[in-house]
């Protein structure tokens, strides 16, 4: 009798004890930390931010003007590269704006619509977001930029070095560029939202097209999105900085970090201009 009540008591307990895992269990299911890919997470403060699948941040740096890694050294300690060949991509997120690079160091990093990705070591759990406007040079890659910013050495038409005076000289230049990190100009001749340059002649506005959007969506944060708005040129949609449209030079060809046109027509009369935090606002 006393066995009886003892086996008895033993499967109680068992059955109790197995419930209770497969509840703790079910209640707690164990999640991949595998990197597959990249995927969109909302943030409170950022909206829509792009995340490896597991919802770790991913950032750009500005100094990547062209489509190349500056972050070597003791900078890719602190901002680890990310890789990962044939990603999984997910939804809202578009398989053509992804691309790979093979850097100095001979390791590959997978880019973004030209942008090398980042993670920052100080994120230390998903949907954590501590890496933007460090330096201001580092921001949350998001899939709703209108512009970017970059950091470089403006080299001009003529093969020499500028400012972002449009003078001669070395300096590591402030500028903005369209999401693709294409260099965007204004033109000193334009007055207060008014475009000054375009004719509607195909022939000659290929010489400087505008920045055609539709809208303004977002912008890295260093950037104030209310310095931007849109205008109708001959039925077309120019963004417009502080007040000034905004152009790309044609010579650039659509080469991500080329700034050519910072010495067009003649080197030094600075006609055609980059764009950044200083750039001083038109008034009407």
């Keep these: 009798m006393k066995t009886k009540m003892y086996l008895a008591l033993t499967g109680s307990i068992a059955l109790t004890l197995l419930a209770a895992s497969c509840k703790k269990n079910h209640d707690n299911p164990t999640k991949s930390t595998v990197v597959t890919g990249v995927q969109l997470s909302t943030n409170s403060t950022f909206g829509s931010v792009?995340?490896?699948?597991?919802?770790?941040?991913?950032?750009?740096?500005?100094?990547?003007?062209?489509?190349?890694?500056?972050?070597?050294?003791?900078?890719?300690?602190?901002?680890?590269?990310?890789?990962?060949?044939?990603?999984?991509?997910?939804?809202g997120l578009a398989a053509t704006d992804f691309g790979v690079i093979t850097n100095t160091d001979g390791?590959?990093?997978?880019?973004?619509k030209g942008w090398p990705l980042y993670y920052y070591s100080k994120d230390v759990a998903a949907n954590d977001l501590n890496g933007d406007g460090v330096g201001k040079s580092w921001f949350v890659a998001k899939p709703d930029y209108t512009v970017m910013v970059s950091y470089a050495q403006l080299i001009g038409n003529d093969g020499n070095q500028y400012t972002s005076k449009g003078i001669a000289g070395?300096?590591?230049?402030?500028?903005?560029?369209?999401?693709?990190?294409?260099?965007?100009?204004?033109?000193?001749?334009?007055?207060?939202?008014?475009?000054?340059?375009?004719?509607?002649?195909?022939?000659?506005?290929?010489?400087?097209?505008?920045?055609?959007?539709?809208?303004?969506?977002?912008?890295?944060?260093?950037?104030?999105?209310?310095?931007?708005?849109?205008?109708?040129?001959?039925?077309?949609?120019?963004?417009?900085?502080?007040?000034?449209?905004?152009?790309?030079?044609?010579?650039?060809?659509?080469?991500?970090?080329?700034?050519?046109?910072?010495?067009?027509?003649?080197?030094?009369?600075?006609?055609?201009q980059i764009n950044n935090t200083n750039t001083v606002a038109l008034t009407q």
């Design 50 to 91: 792009i995340t490896d699948n597991n919802g770790r941040s991913l950032y750009l740096f500005s100094d990547d003007a062209a489509n190349v890694s500056n972050c070597t050294g003791g900078c890719s300690v602190v901002w680890p590269a990310f890789y990962k060949e044939n990603p999984s991509i997910g939804t």
């Design 107 to 112: 390791n590959k990093q997978t880019t973004y």
């Design 170 to 272: 070395t300096e590591n230049s402030q500028y903005i560029t369209d999401v693709n990190g294409h260099t965007l100009y204004m033109f000193t001749k334009d007055t207060f939202k008014t475009n000054k340059f375009s004719t509607g002649v195909a022939a000659h506005d290929a010489n400087w097209p505008i920045d055609a959007v539709t809208a303004v969506q977002n912008v890295p944060s260093i950037l104030n999105k209310a310095d931007f708005d849109v205008i109708t040129v001959f039925g077309q949609t120019q963004l417009v900085y502080k007040g000034h449209p905004l152009y790309y030079f044609g010579q650039d060809n659509g080469v991500k970090g080329s700034t050519k046109g910072v010495s067009f027509p003649t080197p030094g009369a600075a006609i055609w």
